[in-house]
């Protein structure tokens, strides 16, 4: 059975940082694309960072130079250390996970940037 469980979220002032955990079971975590997604209330899911196996990363403009994606394939979980999080970050942050035919979804962690 694929599990994807996230932490590390929560309620962090506009400035501050958070790290997102994504502990990964039941898939060969080494060959699978990474990524976090994220979804705001009333707004579409939304790419945020991707990771290949061979840690190839990517970036929604709107978070690049501030947050970085990396993965420990020893842990088998993928990390989104988000830093100078503002109040649009607010949201729920996904856990996905993805080799072609399967993807694979966490249940999401909430986090709330607000003074």
């Known amino acids: 059975q694929v599990q994807l469980v996230e932490s590390g979220g929560g309620l962090v002032q506009p400035g501050g940082s958070l790290r997102l955990s994504c502990a990964a079971s039941?898939?060969?975590?080494?060959?699978?694309?990474m990524g976090w997604y994220r979804q705001a209330p009333g707004k579409q899911r939304e790419l945020v960072a991707t990771i290949t196996n061979d840690g190839t990363t990517n970036y929604a403009d709107s978070v690049k130079g501030r947050f970085t994606i990396s993965r420990d394939s020893v842990k088998n979980t993928v990390y989104l250390q988000m830093n100078s999080l503002k109040p649009g970050d607010t949201a729920v942050y996904y856990c996905?996970?993805?080799?072609?035919?399967?993807?694979?979804w966490g249940q999401g962690t909430q986090v709330t940037v607000s003074s």
């Open positions: 039941g898939v060969f975590f080494s060959i699978y694309t």
């Open positions: 996905n996970g993805r080799h072609w035919p399967s993807e694979y």
